[in-house]
């Protein structure tokens, strides 16, 4: 119990910094992203620092009635597997919300819609390399859609599977299951529906 007159310590949150960019170039166009080479202001000197420029994406925790996950394996050339994923995309159309972006990509990905959309979290993938901010949200009232997608590249076999929401997690945690935006969603959505089934506790 905090001490009369002494203040709760503060919870800890990451904190937005603006520093001097003195330059800017870009080293790298690419289709999806580019990578940047920024020169910066940092304490008493400068530091040189080159990243991927993402423009962020947004990813699907698709729960359905009887507590399953929908999880989709595809191709992914830089780790040279087909690794398990949840449905996602990236946030590429000027003007679309990460919520619209997330109702398309399960559409598109699975051929589903759903009644049900809440936000879980949102998440810097890898803040030593890149910018992205890959939002997640939990859908649930899942219903096929009118139309199903043509799709082609990496998408054309993509596998999908529903799994108990609890083999999702036995799955990460046994690190069969290693993407990211994966292990966060099923993670943070597990814990979501914990606490509405047990309420306080």
Known sequence: ???PGVPAKELLADEPVEPTVLGSDLVYQGRVWDVRSDT???GDGQIVRQYVDHPGAAAVVAVDDEGRVLLIQQYRHPIRHRDWEIPAGLLDIAGE??????????AEEVDLVASSWEPLVSIFTTPGGNDEIVHLFLARGLTPANEVH????????IR???LPLADAVAGILAGRLRNGILAVGVLAAAE??????????
Do not use: C, K, S
């Not at 043509?150 to 076999?157: K, S, V």
């Not at 529906?193 to 506790?201: D, F, I, M, T, V």
């Open 40 to 42: 910066v202001a940092y």
């Open 1 to 3: 119990m905090p001490h």
């Open 150 to 157: 043509a799709r082609e590249d990496e998408e054309a076999d």
């Open 97 to 106: 919300t990460p919520l619209e972006t997330a109702r398309r990509e399960l």
């Open 160 to 162: 999908a599977d529903w």
């Open 192 to 201: 979501r529906l914990r606490a509405e089934e047990n309420p306080g506790a």
